[in-house]
C-alpha cells in the first residue's frame, strides 16, 4: 500500500504503536521475501553452526573429565583416559574451526546474494515509479536508500546475523553443558538471563527512536550535499558557500549528536553486560569453591564450571554489537521497506494492446487532470490533432503547457476521460510501443556518461555507427560532432560538460531523429539558448519535425512560425486554438504575445 510517494512517513520519527507494527510487518516480509530463494543454504548453515558451537560447548566437558578422571588414572599409570581426553579435545577443536569456515563462508554468499537482490529491487523500483514520485521525493533520499542505508543493512547481514545465531548456540549448548557438569552452577547462569533481559528491553526502547532519527537525518545529510554539488554552478553565481556551510554544518551536527546518544545508549549495554557475566562467574566460584571444600564437587569439574561460566557470556557481548547494528539496519529497512511499497502511478497494463505502426493522431475527449489527489489543474477539455500537425503551445508559466505534454508521454494519467493514440487508449498501450512511437525532448537535454554516440544510440538500441552519423547530420550535428576531440567517441563527462547548451540540445534530437517516433514532443527545448545556438537548432529543427505529429512548447515565439496550429493554455484551460495567422488577426492573447515579440526584435 503505498504512502504517498514516500513522504508521509519519512521524517516521523515517533510513529504511533500501529504504525510501528505495520511498519515492522513490512519490513520482516520483505526480509523474508529476500532469504526465501535461498533456504537451502540457510538450512545448511543451521546445521554447520548447531554442529560447530555444539563441538565448542564440549570442551569444558573434556576439560572435567581430564582432570577429574583421565589424571587419576595417569598417576596410576593409565595413559589411555588421557589420551582418549587429548583425542576427543582435539576432534572436538577440528570440528568447530572447519565447520566454523563453512558456516562464515556460507553466511556471507547468502547476505551479498540478498544485499544483491535488494539493490537491483531498489533500483529497478525507483525507475519504475512514476514522474510525480520522483518530483516528491528528493534525489538525496533516493541515494541514501541506495547507499547509506543498504551500507547499514550489509554490515548487518555480513556479519551481524552470523554472530548472533552462532552466539546464541554457543549460549544454549554451553548452558547445557553447565546444566550436565552441576545444575546448581546451571541455576546461577540461567537467573543472570533476567538481568540481561531487562536490559536489552532498556536498551530497546531507547535506541529504536534514536536509530530511527539516526536514518532520517542521514539522508537529510546526503541530500544537502547531493543538492549543493549538483547546483555548484548556482552556488558560485550567488556566492551561497557560506551560507550553505551552516546548513550542512548544522545537519552534520545534528547527525554528530544523534551518534553521540547512540553510543552513549550502547555504553550503558556492553559494560551492564559485562558486569553480569563478571558477578555470575564470581557467585559460581564461591558456591563452587564451598561444596569444593565439603567434597560434594570435584575440582576439575569446577575449573570446568568456571570456564563454560566465562565462556557462556562471551557471545553475550557480540549479540549487543549486533543487538547495536540490528536497532540501525531495522530504521534503515523500514525506510528501504517503505520505498519499495510505493506503487507507480503509472503503470502498464496486465494484458496491454500492441500499435506495431503508429501514425501520430491523438485526442483528448473530456479530459480531466489533477496531481494525485489534489485540485484539479487541467478542467475538462476536447482536444484533436491530426497526425503529421505541428502544433505549437504557448501560455503564461504555469498555465498547464508542459502538463498538457508529459500526459502525450504518459508521465502521468487522466483522472477521467480518455486519451488516444490512433484511437487507441494510450493507458492501455504496451510501454514499449508507447516510448518507441512517443518521444519527448527536454530543456534540459540530458546526457548520460558515456560517449556522443552512445548518447545519440539510446533512441534506437542497436543502431549502427553509420545510423548515428546519418542521424546527426539530418539535425546538423555532424559538424560539431567531428570537431570535438575523438569526434563521435569523445565522452561528455558530467551531463555534457564538454559540450554547450546548443550542441547538447543538437544531440539530443539527433536521439531523438534516430528514434524516428511517430509523436514528438518538444518541451522549451530552445529556452536556454542563445541566439546562434537557436538558429543552429532551428535548422536542426526543421528536418527533426519531418511529417511526423509534433508539439512543440515554447516560450519564443520563434520556433512557432513553423507550427501549423497554436494552442493558448491559460489556468489550466485552452483559450484560443488556431493557425498563426488566424490568432493574430483575431487580435487575442496570442496576438499580444506575437506583437510583444515582433516588438523585441526590432
Known amino acids: 500500500m503505498s504512502t504517498g510517494y514516500g513522504v508521509s512517513n519519512e521524517d516521523d520519527i515517533d510513529l504511533g504503536k500501529t504504525e510501528r507494527l505495520r511498519v515492522r510487518r513490512r519490513s520482516m516480509a520483505l526480509l523474508a521475501s529476500l532469504a526465501s530463494p535461498l533456504h537451502r543454504m540457510l538450512w545448511l548453515t543451521v546445521v554447520l553452526v548447531v554442529i560447530s558451537n555444539a563441538a565448542q560447548a564440549a570442551f569444558p566437558l573434556v576439560i572435567a573429565w581430564a582432570i577429574d578422571w583421565a589424571l587419576p588414572a595417569l598417576i596410576s599409570n593409565n ?6 581426553a587429548s583425542g576427543a579435545y582435539l576432534v572436538s577443536a577440528v570440528i568447530a574451526g572447519v565447520l566454523l569456515g563453512w ?5 556471507a554468499k547468502v547476505s551479498q546474494a540478498m544485499l544483491l537482490d535488494l539493490r537491483l529491487r531498489v533500483f529497478r523500483h525507483t525507475q519504475r515509479l512514476s514522474l510525480e514520485f ?3 521525493y528528493t534525489s538525496g533520499r533516493i541515494i541514501s536508500r541506495q547507499t547509506s542505508d543498504l551500507e547499514t543493512l550489509r554490515e548487518l547481514l555480513d556479519q551481524g546475523v552470523s554472530q ?4 546464541i548456540f554457543f549460549i544454549l549448548f554451553t548452558l547445557i553443558s553447565i546444566f550436565v557438569l552441576d545444575w546448581r552452577s546451571g541455576l546461577i547462569a540461567t537467573a543472570a538471563g533476567i538481568p540481561i533481559t531487562v536490559l536489552f528491553i532498556w536498551y530497546q526502547k531507547r535506541s529504536e527512536l534514536v536509530y530511527r532519527e539516526s536514518r532520517v537525518v542521514s539522508a537529510r545529510l546526503i541530500g544537502s550535499f547531493v543538492e549543493t554539488m549538483t547546483g555548484i554552478r548556482a552556488v ?3 556566492r551561497r558557500e557560506s551560507a550553505n556551510d551552516e546548513s550542512y554544518a548544522r545537519l552534520a551536527g545534528e547527525y554528530r549528536e544523534n551518534s553521540i546518544r547512540s553510543i552513549n545508549l550502547f555504553g550503558v549495554l556492553q559494560p551492564g553486560l559485562v558486569l553480569i557475566g563478571n558477578l555470575t562467574v564470581a557467585a559460581v566460584l564461591l558456591t563452587g569453591g564451598f561444596r569444593v571444600l565439603d567434597g560434594s564437587l570435584a575440582v576439575g569439574t569446577l575449573v570446568a564450571l568456571l570456564l563454560a561460566s566465562k565462556r557462556v557470556f562471551q557471545p553475550v557481548e557480540n549479540i549487543a554489537m549486533f543487538y547495536s547494528s540490528l536497532q540501525a539496519a531495522t530504521a534503515a529497512l523500514e525506510k528501504v ?3 519499495l511499497e510505493e506503487d507507480p502511478g503509472v503503470v502498464e497494463p496486465e494484458h496491454p494492446g500492441r500499435l506495431e505502426v503508429a501514425h501520430g493522431a491523438i485526442d483528448f475527449t473530456g479530459a480531466v487532470f489533477g496531481y494525485g489527489d489534489g485540485p484539479v489543474v487541467m478542467e475538462r477539455f476536447d482536444l484533436s490533432i491530426p497526425a503529421g500537425q505541428t502544433v505549437a503551445v504557448v501560455g503564461p508559466t504555469g498555465a498547464g503547457k ?5 500526459l502525450i508521454a504518459r508521465f502521468y494519467d487522466l483522472r477521467s476521460g480518455s486519451l488516444t493514440l490512433d484511437s487507441v487508449p494510450i493507458s492501455q498501450l504496451a510501454n514499449a510501443d508507447l516510448r518507441r512511437h512517443v518521444v519527448m525532448v527536454t530543456q534540459e537535454a540530458f546526457l548520460f556518461s558515456g560517449s556522443v554516440g552512445e548518447n545519440i544510440a539510446l533512441g534506437r538500441p542497436g543502431a549502427s555507427d553509420e545510423e548515428i552519423v546519418l542521424a546527426a547530420r539530418a539535425v546538423g550535428a555532424h559538424e560539431f560532432i ?3 576531440p575523438e569526434g563521435y567517441d569523445t565522452d561528455v563527462n558530467k551531463r555534457g560538460g564538454r559540450v554547450s547548451a546548443g550542441q547538447r540540445q543538437l544531440i539530443s534530437f539527433a536521439r531523438a531523429f534516430l528514434a524516428d517516433p511517430a509523436v514528438l514532443i518538444l518541451d522549451e527545448a530552445t529556452s536556454s539558448l542563445d541566439l546562434p545556438s537557436e538558429r543552429a537548432v532551428q535548422r536542426g529543427l526543421e528536418t527533426l519535425l519531418g511529417n511526423r505529429t509534433a508539439l512543440i512548447i515554447a516560450h519564443r515565439l520563434s520556433t512557432v512560425e513553423t507550427a501549423d496550429r497554436v494552442l493558448v493554455v491559460d489556468g489550466g484551460r485552452i483559450v484560443e486554438d488556431g493557425s498563426p495567422a488566424e490568432l493574430v488577426a483575431a487580435g487575442g492573447r496570442f496576438a499580444r504575445l506575437h506583437g510583444a515579440w515582433k516588438d523585441s526584435l526590432s
Open 103 to 107: 558456516y562464515n563462508l556460507c553466511t
Open 337 to 339: 521497506s517503505g520505498l
Open 402 to 406: 508542459s502538463t498538457l505534454a508529459k
Open 79 to 84: 595413559p589411555v583416559p588421557l589420551g582418549i
Open 236 to 238: 558560485k553565481a550567488f
Open 164 to 167: 548472533l545465531v552462532s552466539g
Open 134 to 136: 520522483h518530483e516528491k
Open 482 to 484: 567531428s570537431s570535438l
